[in-house]
Nanobody, 115 residues
């Protein structure tokens, strides 16, 4: 089993930066991918960023170089650094990992970008 706990969501002004963190516990050794998703108000959940362990890093088209995903070498955490946030980035951000063909999700953390 895997447990995920996001933190770092906040209310920020447009143009500011924010870092989200996700603590991962349980059988982390077999995790094959770590991701961040978001769900904007009234929209479906979308991929923000992913790290496929030992393979690649990828981002949603809307990121446009503003966000960076990191992970600890032991896969016990993943971090999403976000810069130049805009009101359209307002969403609940979710941490997600894959382990042996199964996806695990955190509860989400709210990011609100508003002046």
């Amino acid at each position: 089993q895997i447990q995920l706990a996001e933190s770092g969501g906040d209310l920020v002004q447009p143009g500011r930066s924010l870092t989200l963190s996700c603590a991962v516990s349980g059988a982390v050794a077999s995790i094959s991918a770590m991701r961040w998703y978001r769900q904007c108000p009234g929209k479906t959940r979308e991929l923000v960023a992913e790290i496929v362990i030992g393979t690649s890093t990828d981002y949603g088209d809307f990121v446009k170089g503003r966000f960076t995903i990191f992970r600890d070498i032991d896969k016990k955490s993943t971090t999403l650094r976000m810069s130049n946030l805009q009101p359209e980035d307002t969403a609940v951000y979710y941490c997600n990992v894959d382990r042996r063909g199964r996806a695990y999700w955190g509860q989400g953390t709210q990011v609100t970008v508003s002046s």
